[in-house]
Structure formats: C-alpha cells, structure tokens
C-alpha cells in the first residue's frame, strides 16, 4: 500500500473526507469520497499521467464509462506527485462472465481513440512492458530471457510473421482486468495502459491475459478474433503471449530472480498457438 496522501495534496483537489485505501491495481491508490487519489512515478509516468488525464478529459464514451480527471487548485493535473479522478461504481471482475460485455466496451473504446495521434514520450519508455512489448513485435532484441520461458519464447518467436496493419493507441492490459462492471451501467475502463499497435491485438491480449489469469477459455480466445482472418488473429496472439511471458523475464532480469512466478498455463496456451499456427500454413 503506498503512503496516504498529503493534507496539501488532499485540499489542492478539494477532498473533504479522510481517504481509504483501495485494493484493486497496485493498490497504490486512496478514495476520498467520490475522489480518487493515485500517486505519479517521476519522470516517464508524470508524461503519461498528464497525457492520460488529457485524453479522457476529452472522451465522450457511448457504451463504456471512464473516470473524468481532477484538475488541482493550481490547475494542472498533477500536484505534488498525485493525480485525482472522480471515483467510478463498479467491481473489477476478471472472471469470463462478463468478456462478452468487456469485448464490446473495449471495441467501442478503441474506436474512440482511432484518431489520438502517438505521444512522442511513447518512444523512450523503459518499463519492462514497454521493453517486452518492443521485444514481442521484433523492434528489439529480447533482454536475457529467464531460463524457466526461454523455451517458450523461443517457440513463440520462430512462429512469427509479419502483421501489416495500421496502428492507433490501445489499451494493452484490460484482459484480466482494468474494467469495472456494476449493475444497470455500462463496464468502465479504468487504469489506462497505452500501446501503439493494431486496434485488434488489444483484442488478442486480453483474450490471452484472460486465458492466463482469469479462467478464460477457447470460446473466450475465438470469441475476441471474431472478424478477424485466423491466421492473423493467431499472430496477434503470438505477440499477446509473447509480450506477457517477456515481461515475467523483464521483472526476474531485474530482480536478479534465480527463480520466476510462472503461470502454468503458458505452456498450454503456446502449445495452443502453435498449433493454430500450423494449420493456418
């Protein structure tokens, strides 16, 4: 849990009540009222708050709700390292009873952010999912791969082919979660993950993610290519499962980890891939 936030932080956003902490993302963030309280990583995650509160500033969402940001007394979005939303109803379900409703808001969602041009602070994140994501699409070489994925990533890198498709902003982790869902009220897309890629692959990676963490199943996986040609969709799998397992090796690399939290169920799910790739030959 992170520390609570400053008095001056707390009267900057006008919070009137003493704030609680909330349990759902990195459990970083406090809610005071009907406020949400989140704190800013420096540097790269300032760029990224102020451009996130921007974008949703903006968004006039049909069929999905989002939280709307808190500018401070000051005027800007961020103060002192924290930024403030206005606090949404909903729970984080990440089980497969709603990935139907998931699917359609996260369609719904891209096709909002069709036209957001790329940030140009995009290009020098460091972040280890920022590094995996690179690595997963072949604009770099992958870093030290742990010796546990290794096999997989091999694998899932020998299947790859090129994916010509047009690229716009997307939300690159709303599989297992980062989506809220209350009765009577559209699901909300919260915690804002932004990759420059193909509208469909956010598709692809939350179908994996949910395959991975949260009891999705095949039904689930085809469900989200729906419209998509299969061979494709098979290869923005590969990049979804790639990019997840790179970024287990991206964390052990930097802890210096002998050992790794490994999902059993990568192995299955690359089996999966595999052999969709091949019959799609």
Known sequence: MSMKPPAAVMAA??????????????A????SGGIMLKPVDSGEGRALASWTADLFAGLRPEGYRIPRPIRSASGGWIEQDWVAWTFLEGVEESSPVHWAERLTALSLFHKALAAVPRPGWMNALSDPWSIADRAAWGEEEPRDIHPSVAGLVSRLINLRRVVDLPSQVC???IGAGNMLFAENLPPAVI?????????PFARAAAAVDAMAWAGGTVADLDLAGRGIDPPLYTQLLLR??????????EFARL??????DDDPLWPSIVDLIELRSRQSR
């Open 171 to 173: 939300h690159g982790d």
């Open 13 to 26: 956003f006008g919070c009137m009540v003493d704030p609680v902490p909330l349990s759902g993302g990195e």
């Open 191 to 199: 915690d804002m993950s932004p990759y420059w890629r193909p509208e």
């Open 28 to 31: 970083k963030s406090w809610r």
């Open 240 to 249: 979804g499962a790639l990019r997840r397992i790179m970024t287990i090796s």
């Open 255 to 260: 802890r210096g980890s002998s050992t790794i």
